[in-house]
């Protein structure tokens, strides 16, 4: 008997996290609290990876309730596509699959990537991504980003073409500001919208969460760990390199100043103290405070987290579950206000990693 209620007790230990679900907006679907996000495993902007490893974690965030999967032919140029295609093989059905348009190369010599969400542009990216990921159907496409040479109404009547054929459930768009969102919404009902939301960036609240929680639209957030920041992995002296391989080593977060100089020492101190004022006492990392915390908001649907091994799938997961009090999130509040390089501007016709946005002390 003893050794029975012993080994129960070790079993409820070892309990793996319970994900947790929410209602994808009006589409009907039903997507998990976290959602996988590619952008890591595309190889070319948060250094390296082996692909078998990242195939693993996304089997490995399957396992643990997972069912929503963010990619983009931007991504590693088609590679984090790719990528997705081996890994859901055999499991494309278990998943809500995500992937985006409007994003090309630019031609050779010239600056880029260049953004055309033009309908011959979006007809073009659908077929491509569905080669790449080796279906027939994606479950969602967003526009990446915003391009300011098209009106929005021929991207819109383009995604619906896209639905109408089949080669997509649902379409919505990415880093769109709410002007943005209502034009679109004159042409054709957005089903989705993905933007960055962390506890460094809480422009959304005021830019597109409001029109989303009105219009039934659910809400994609990327960047749920600021960008590798709210892991408590990085100290004052990290360095990331040359923006080549890793594009924090410019020091800007979509038009944040974040990870420069001084401000980058600053937030990590933030981070220290959210460990050890909010994470300790809990017994938890600091990273599921940090995806507790943008899962409190109701507008989210899902919280976006990269991951590029098992261990830092599992490392993530218990977040889902975890609920932070009142309390909680007043001193998180507080102590955010140390925070250093959060800007006010959401300007997303600006490329996404210059340093655009005066400084402005965190609020």
Partial sequence: MFASTVALCLNERRKEPTMRYRPFGRTGLSVSALGFGCWPMAGDRYGAVEDHEAIKAIHRALDLGVNCVDTAPAYGGGHSEEVVAQALEKRRRDVILVTKCGVRPPPPGQLGPLRDASRANILREIDASLKRLRTDWVDVLLIHWPDASTPFDESMRALEEVVTSGRARFVGVSNFTGAMIADCLRTRRVDVSQVGYHMFDRRQERETFPPCLEHGIGVMGYGSLGHGLLTGAFTPSTSFGEVARDWRGGGVAFGQPIFRGDNFKRNVGVVERIRKEIAEPRGVAVSQIALAWVL???????????????????????????????????RIDAILEGAAGRVREFTPLRPAMEPWGAEIPAR
């Avoid at 989210?300 to 309390?327: F, K, Q, Y």
């Fill in 296 to 330: 409190g908001h109701p507008a989210l649907s899902t919280a976006l987290v990269g991951a590029r091994t098992p261990a830092e799938v599992d490392a993530n997961n218990a977040g889902a579950e975890l609920e932070l009090s009142a309390d909680e999130r007043a």
